[in-house]
């Protein structure tokens, strides 16, 4: 039997996500007795951050509450729609209400319909290295490579306006900006200066911004959080927030959006009643993580708890950046939000013939039919995995032509996260060298 008619979305081959499928690789290594060091994804429960007795308390309280256990409104919990629509206003700038704010299972659920949704010919703009849920996500819906603009390296990875704004001008299918703030991969932070300028090229090219925040109670290094609809004015957009990274709670698979702006242009808000539309046809998201939000991110003691975290967070993040700066070879900057540490590999470091001493037979046979044909930078971390268990992911997976990885700073034993980043500096620099 065949079928007749072809199935397959136009978009189904940009469907990647490098975070995960460096894990099949890392299973093969495992399964031949490496033992394995996961510094790939950003979970922190994984790695062993404990969630705080209050916040649990919370949430007992919650799972005892009868409407926990059943549907809520489509769009969300009412109470938890007014607190962040209350939160946003007190902000200053863009102002919501409680009909701008809709619920989703977790960011990634909001990324596929806020694409997905989007007339096909219209394009999202985003940047490279690129998170990929947003660029497969992309993608997909358009059937073509995902767009993006240049971060710089040697500008503390920040958007390059310039590159922007001429990719902008001369492709008229763009119709939004995406920007990530604080940013993933590399852990950079945009100043208000860099967001006001995105935004009047949004303005002046008629476009809607999308922004990623899912980070923007993690910053350290002399950042403060920056809200974009703080400085959003009259430009139509769209923010992601959720609870998996700040509460710390990945499993409660609980995201929103705000929309900013939604009357300003008839279109977009026909596009937002389609989002909430499709909503509808899966009744609503998770109730109970929707009703503690306000009870957690509301209670006195949640301030102290995010800046407990980004103090943790930037104390590993200048132990990384310690341990990796000043190889050669590699350019290291320090990252001012979010939890992880990219490393890039300078152009012409890297070739096809470096190697990591492997000391198992079968696992050293392995490495070198898993590297043929692969890009540079993810031939040494497939060397680094079969050397010494580390796993991280590949800059080229991160839709970039740039080589390098990324590594997450939430491993929360201290010996153990000392021994990844000295492993990983040893590495590097016998890496370099080895050919």
């Known amino acids: 039997m065949q079928i007749r008619r072809n199935i397959v979305h136009p978009g189904a081959g940009n469907l990647t996500y490098a975070i995960r499928e ?19 994804i950003g979970d922190p429960v994984q790695k062993g951050e404990r969630i705080a007795p209050w916040i649990r308390d919370i949430m007992h309280e919650v799972v005892d509450e009868h409407l926990a256990w059943g549907y809520c409104d489509t769009a969300g919990v009412p109470e938890a729609r007014e607190f962040l629509a209350a939160e946003v206003n007190k902000r200053g700038g863009a102002r919501v209400t409680p009909e701008d704010i809709v619920f989703f299972n977790g960011i990634g659920d909001a990324v596929a319909k806020v694409y997905g949704f989007l007339r096909r010919e219209a ?27 240049e971060l710089d390296p040697y500008n503390g990875w920040l958007p390059d306006l310039e590159d922007l704004r001429l990719k902008v001008r001369y492709n008229d299918s763009i119709a939004g900006i995406l920007l990530i703030n604080p940013d993933n991969p590399t852990g950079a932070v945009y100043p208000r200066e860099v967001v006001e300028g995105m935004v009047d090229i949004a303005r002046e090219f008629g476009l809607f911004i999308i922004c990623d925040e899912i980070y923007t109670h993690i910053v350290y290094n002399g950042f403060s959080t920056l809200h974009t609809s703080e400085v959003i004015d009259d430009v139509c957009g769209i923010v992601m927030r959720g609870v998996s990274k700040e509460v710390p709670w990945p499993g409660a698979r609980c995201g929103w959006i705000e929309v900013l702006n939604r009357d300003r242009d008839e279109m977009f808000h026909t596009y937002v009643n389609s989002l909430v539309a499709s909503k509808r046809l899966e009744v609503c998201s998770t109730t109970a993580p929707q009703m503690a939000v306000p009870r957690i991110m509301g209670d006195a003691r949640y301030p102290e708890h995010l800046a407990r975290r980004a103090a943790t967070f930037e104390a590993r993040a200048r132990e990384a950046h310690a341990a990796l700066e000043g190889l050669p070879g590699v350019l290291v900057n320090m990252p001012s939000g979010a939890f992880y540490v990219t490393v890039l590999f300078e152009e012409g470091s890297l070739n096809d013939r470096q190697t990591l001493p492997v000391a198992d037979e079968a696992v050293r046979g392995m490495t070198e039919r898993l590297v043929r044909g692969v890009p540079n930078d993810q031939r040494f971390v497939y060397y680094l995995m079969a050397s010494t268990g580390i796993v991280v992911v590949p800059l080229t997976g991160f839709c970039c032509r740039r080589e390098g990885f990324r590594v997450t700073l939430l491993e929360t034993d201290d010996a153990k996260r000392r021994w990844t980043f000295e492993t990983l500096a040893r590495a590097i620099r016998d890496y370099l060298a080895s050919a």
Do not use: K, Q, W
């Not at 460096?22 to 790939?40: C, K, L, P, Q, S």
């Not at 999202?124 to 059937?143: F, V």
């Open 123 to 149: 394009r999202i703009i985003g940047p490279t290295p690129a998170y990929s849920t947003h660029s497969s996500a992309e993608a997909a819906h358009s059937g073509y490579e995902h767009l993006t603009y």
């Open 22 to 40: 460096i894990v099949e690789v890392a299973h093969r290594f495992r399964d031949m007795g490496v033992a394995m060091t996961y510094e790939n």
